[in-house]
């Protein structure tokens, strides 16, 4: 619930929480506790990464490695840095599957326990503890076939940015239908800037469609999940087909033994979904210039969709700079000032350290006409207000080191034809009328 500032404040933090060590039996009655009121919210949405190995720089398994945080705790779930979901909650589409943020009152639960002194409670208030199979979860539940690095990769302590391609066999001897995918490391994360995986295979219609890299599959960066896709829908790896792990490493200083693993979970045999879902890189700023000590750079690409498409899920990429993103569907018909202009969604506080698939529920995913354009709009801040910025004197471009910039928007959808599409558009009406009818009569 933290990120990488408050190390430097950890030893006044630590002091804090010697101060109140004292402050560890139930307080008086209606206080809010660790044991009873925080453990539980902290168990749901922070654990995956806050413990001993995964990727989060302290434990908040216990009372004890939590306590010394609590002041950190409650300032980033103040500013809503923390559980990591930076939407923007005032404009577009509000509901996601995988919306892991905090409720107001959540937040509050949070922030009254610190006011309150950190108080921990009566033991037998708490919640039976948490169990973890992987250092790093699956976020896609456990795969049915697990694809690995065959052996481990070591980056030195010191090198210039690493590109690699390794080729891996999965020996699959039949077609086999996606309906979930999760790229990850499960050794020297830390070094990995991203690794997105591609199929090869010799009669791939797609093969080779992105720098000659293969079919593109997933990808993994830093704070990413994974794609889960919906009833009906998913991807194809055919028979024989193998697996193109593409790598981008940064040192940090210590050599650094790396793995990956690509999680796969199938439809059963011999179902076929209706529809196959594309997942493309839109918006693609590679002529990107930022001024030195120059705020709110903004770039707009677009991308026009030839046939009638649900979209599913969405995912901005940009690197140390990035500062936010919106996406919008521009219908048929409507210019840029029109009423025929729609956000589907902002990320506000872009943060590279966290590149989220933020996953529509079915019944809000975007149902876009053909001809829609699809405008991407970008903002950087290479300004010393940017913490991340590394050399804000200097003006950066586009590059693929974590000290370059970029921006685009991973944006998964499939297409519809257009009989299905105008039910689709029909049955999402009927929906909102009857939604709307309900809310009515429960406010009479």
Request: aromatic share 10%.
């Amino acid at each position: 619930m933290s990120n990488t500032k408050h190390f430097a404040t950890a030893v006044s933090i630590l002091a804090f929480g010697a101060l109140a060590s004292a402050q560890t039996a139930t307080g008086p009655a209606g206080q809010v506790t660790w044991t009873r009121d925080v453990l539980p919210i902290v168990q749901k949405s922070c654990q995956d990464c806050h413990r001993p190995g995964s990727i989060a720089p302290f434990s908040l398994l216990t009372y004890e490695s939590a306590r010394p945080w609590a002041r950190s705790m409650k300032e980033d779930v103040l500013k809503k840095q923390m559980p990591p979901f930076y939407i923007d909650r005032n404009v577009g589409i509000q509901h996601f599957k995988n919306d892991n943020g905090l409720s107001d009152a959540q937040i509050q639960t949070i922030a009254k326990w610190v006011d309150g002194g950190a108080v921990k409670g009566d033991d037998k208030d708490a919640p039976a503890p948490r169990q973890f199979q992987d250092t790093v979860p699956w976020h896609i539940g456990t795969p049915d076939l697990v694809v690995s690095l065959p052996k481990d990769v070591v980056l030195p302590a010191r090198s210039p940015d690493t590109w690699k391609d390794i080729e891996v066999d999965p020996h699959l001897t039949e077609d086999r239908w996606l309906m979930a995918v999760e790229t990850k490391p499960t050794k020297g994360y830390r070094v990995v800037h991203h690794a997105a995986t591609f199929i090869i295979h010799d009669d791939a219609e797609e093969q080779f469609t992105d720098g000659g890299q293969g079919a593109f599959l997933n990808e993994y960066a830093v704070g990413k999940n994974g794609d889960v896709f919906p009833e009906g829908s998913g991807r194809l790896i055919r028979a024989g087909s193998k697996i193109n792990f593409n790598l981008h490493l940064h040192a940090d200083g210590e050599e650094t033994p790396l793995n990956l693993s690509l999680g796969l979970k199938f439809y059963a045999k011999g179902y076929t979904p209706k529809h196959s879902v594309q997942t493309n890189n839109i918006g693609y700023v590679t002529d990107l210039d930022l001024p030195a000590n120059t705020d709110n750079i903004r770039s707009d690409r677009y991308f026009t969709l030839d046939k009638p498409t649900r979209v599913l899920s969405l995912q901005p990429h940009m690197h140390i700079h990035g500062k936010g993103m919106c996406l919008e569907a521009i219908y048929p018909g409507g210019g840029v000032y029109s009423d025929k202009v729609e956000t589907l969604n902002c990320i506000n506080n872009y943060r590279f350290g966290w590149h989220i698939v933020y996953m529509y529920p079915e019944d809000e995913q975007p149902l876009l006409p053909a001809g829609t354009v699809l405008h991407v709009v970008s903002w950087h801040n290479n300004t010393a207000s940017n913490k991340a910025a590394n050399d804000p004197d200097n003006c950066i471009g586009f590059g693929q080191r974590s000290t370059d910039d970029m921006s685009f928007c991973w944006v998964s959808y499939f297409n519809m034809d257009e009989a299905e599409f105008k039910q689709a558009v029909l049955d999402r009406r009927k929906q909102k009328a009857a939604s709307t009818s309900s809310a009515g009569g429960a406010d009479q």
